[in-house]
């Protein structure tokens, strides 16, 4: 039986999170690249909020509650994967615990990014200010860059492992056509639902544009003040 477990809206969050994030991450290597790849980490920021509202306000499945979180069922999932599907036709337990952490860390990243760029003076944020160096934001941006990394991973090797063991489910698959083979109740978004989903992707696909319009970041200026921190650095020595 085909059962309706991920609904539109949910679909492409996640792939919209999965270009951004691997986008975002391809370009912080180009320091000419530095506008785009901040407008892409406005875009996902807004992403991860439409998401935890989502969370909230979602259909089945996705929402948080539907989470099946703790020790107990994490031990269950591991001792037989088989057999959690039945229990949990969303989200298994090592997924969500994944899932939340990415959200998380998703919006740390963000949100350290954009500090980073106002404590320059840059970014659609600029006057912001929250009294912490740059250097300090910069190692905050890169940690949890890596442990999402890692989460990531760590994803990619548990769909494989699901793929292995409950392969007639159709976990992969249903990430593109929201079914799994599976016994349960489909999902069916209500009005609210669908206008909130319209207006939380529509939101993170306009803010790209937006950013790269409206936003100033002169490279040059970063370039020169990291340039005299080195020389301050090098006198010191």
């Not at 039986?1 to 180009?30: C, D, N, Q």
């Not at 949890?144 to 990619?156: E, G, M, P, Y």
């Not at 319009?213 to 370039?223: F, H, L, V």
Request: aromatic letters at 10%; hydrophobic letters at 50%.
């Amino acid at each position: 039986m085909k059962t309706y477990i991920w609904s539109l809206p949910t679909r492409i969050f996640h792939w919209l999170l999965v270009i951004g994030m691997v986008v975002a991450y391809i370009v912080s290597e180009e320091e000419e690249l530095l506008n785009i790849h901040s407008s892409i980490g406005y875009a996902v920021g807004i992403l991860l909020i439409f998401r935890i509202i989502w969370g909230f306000a979602g259909p089945k499945y996705s929402r948080f509650a539907d989470f099946p979180l703790g020790i107990t069922a994490l031990k269950s999932f591991f001792t037989d994967m088989k057999k959690s599907k039945s229990q949990s036709p969303g989200h298994n337990p090592a997924a969500a615990l994944v899932m939340l952490g990415i959200i998380l860390l998703g919006l740390l990243i963000v949100i350290s990014g954009t500090l980073l760029l106002a404590s320059k003076g840059q970014g659609l944020f600029s006057s912001v200010n929250i009294g912490m160096t740059s250097d300090s934001l910069k190692e905050i941006h890169e940690i949890a860059v890596n442990i999402v990394i890692a989460l990531v991973i760590f994803h990619l090797l548990g769909n494989l492992v699901d793929f292995i063991f409950n392969k007639k489910v159709g976990t992969l698959q249903s990430m593109f056509t929201g079914y799994k083979n599976i016994d349960g109740e489909s999902i069916k978004l209500n009005s609210f639902q669908k206008i909130l989903a319209a207006v939380g992707i529509l939101s993170a696909l306009a803010i790209f544009p937006y950013s790269e319009i409206n936003q100033k970041i002169d490279i040059k200026s970063d370039n020169k003040e990291q340039q005299v921190k080195e020389n301050e650095e090098a006198d010191e020595d």
